[in-house]
């Protein structure tokens, strides 16, 4: 068996059932110890209620509607949050990551968020003030990561004929021809800083198109990049599924490649809290976490896909078809250009691949690849930020809580050298010299 089947399986057997929860709830209210079942040496929502119980049965969190949000919505549906002793968790609707942003300065205190599904960079850029209103610096960290990979870069139907892949060299030609014309070019992403906006960038200047003076980079949220397509308001865009699915269903463009291709097993999205939240309930923080890490195991099993699409499908999540979602879920793409690839090794991962763990190493090049673009200054201290933002170590309490087994534990907070679909290689010993490869930057 699967080794995250097996293990998502030993944790469902230890599913707390309401009565027992409420002895639980009543327990921890009076001091008194409650004892529980389940893996051998594992302490689950049923722990000796007192230093272990979680400080609140409460959390905020906000979710941008795609589909790498889904451990959220299967941890809350499923009922994974209340087993681990958080029954009241929300998971919040936002209406962008600048919408995102700007609760989690806020805080629930403040009718904002705890935290969020979130872009990796976003909390280093509102934890160092880069990218807040009036700079104002709000410490987050970072508790896991969500997925590896499953974006998209896509293109309007006027560059047909080109049939863009990862290389866009052809690109950059057609979009002199139109400039020439004229017209203006833009490039659509999610969030300045953010990994849509690495992602195609990274690609553009791969093949010669300077994103900061060939073409007009601009914000789209995710939920508004078909309609913006559409009515011509950009010339390509990345961003997550169903997205860049609906955009061939309605015929108005295709998929240049899933990002996996540009970095193969790339990181993604964050499960990101504002830091005094994390200080304030390291239990329930704990407990938070092994939720959402069951809720992967889950994701990832392909005997969930069908039920993880439709969940990600309803009206209070996503709220697409179903046939938007599933295929791609699969690992089925069809890029919309007669090209189509069954099983693809870059459909998006939840767990498999250490998926959840956040590599450190893999923080340092968003915050790289920040500095390379100009969002952060070139004597910034990436490295300090990434001690005090990535918290793998509480990641590494709850894997033992959960009694996982070695080899799904990494031994190392680095993947090591990464190397990159135009053969560059970002080493995290030496970020500086991955900077001095690359022909194309804002920075001298």
């Known amino acids: 068996m699967d080794k995250s089947k097996e293990y998502s399986a030993k944790i469902s057997e230890n599913t707390i059932k309401r009565r027992d929860f409420l002895k639980y709830s009543v327990a921890a209210a009076g001091g008194a110890a409650l004892l529980g079942g389940g893996i051998p040496g594992l302490r689950t929502a049923a722990w000796a209620a007192g230093s272990d119980a979680p400080e609140t049965t409460k959390a905020k969190l906000g979710f941008i509607a795609l589909t ?40 629930s205190e403040r009718n904002g968020i705890d935290g969020a599904h979130i872009l990796t960079p976003m909390p280093y850029l509102i934890s160092s003030g880069a990218m807040t209103a009036n700079n104002v610096k709000v410490p987050m960290v970072i508790l896991a990561r969500l997925n590896l990979a499953g974006q998209c870069i896509s293109v309007g139907r006027e560059y047909a004929d080109l049939k863009l892949g990862v290389d866009s060299t052809p690109f950059k030609a057609a979009l002199a021809a139109k400039r020439a014309g004229g017209d203006e070019v833009r490039a659509a992403m999610t969030f300045p800083g953010g990994t849509h906006d690495l992602w195609i960038r990274y690609w553009m200047a791969a093949g010669g198109i300077d994103p900061n003076r060939d073409i007009a980079t601009i914000v789209v949220p995710p939920a508004q990049m078909v309609a913006n397509m559409r009515v ?77 699409a439709t969940i990600c499908s309803r009206r209070r999540w996503i709220n697409a078809p179903f046939d938007d979602i599933i295929a791609r879920m699969r690992g089925t793409f069809d890029y919309g250009t007669g090209k189509v690839v069954e099983n693809s090794p870059h459909k998006m991962r939840y767990w498999k691949d250490h998926a959840s763990y956040p590599f450190k190493s893999h923080d340092l090049w968003f915050l790289t690849e920040n500095q390379r673009w100009g969002y952060l200054p070139m004597n910034f201290d990436t490295q300090g930020l990434v001690e005090q933002v990535n918290r793998e170590d509480i990641w590494r309490a709850a894997a033992a809580d959960l009694g996982l087994g070695s080899e799904l534990v990494p031994e190392s907070t680095s993947r090591g050298k990464e190397t990159f679909f135009d053969g560059k290689v970002f080493d995290p010993e030496n970020p500086k010299a991955y900077l001095d490869s690359l022909e194309i930057k804002a920075t001298a």
Not at 71 to 79: I, N, Q, R, T, Y
Not at 273 to 294: F, G, H, I, S, Y
């Open 68 to 107: 790498d949000a889904a451990p959220l919505f299967v941890a809350l549906e499923k009922g994974m949050f209340a087993k681990y002793g958080m029954p009241d968790v929300e998971v919040l609707k936002q209406s962008s990551w600048g919408t995102t942003r700007d609760n989690l300065v806020l805080g």
């Open 232 to 308: 011509g308001s950009m010339d390509t865009f990345c961003v997550c599924e169903p997205w860049n699915e609906q955009l061939i269903s309605q015929g108005i463009g295709y998929t240049a490649n899933t990002t996996g291709e540009l970095w193969d097993k790339h990181p993604e999205k964050a499960l990101g809290m504002r830091a005094d939240w994390v200080e304030q309930n390291p239990n329930a923080t704990r407990a938070l976490l092994k939720a959402v890490m069951e809720a992967q195991m889950f994701c990832e099993d392909p005997a969930n896909v069908e039920e993880v």
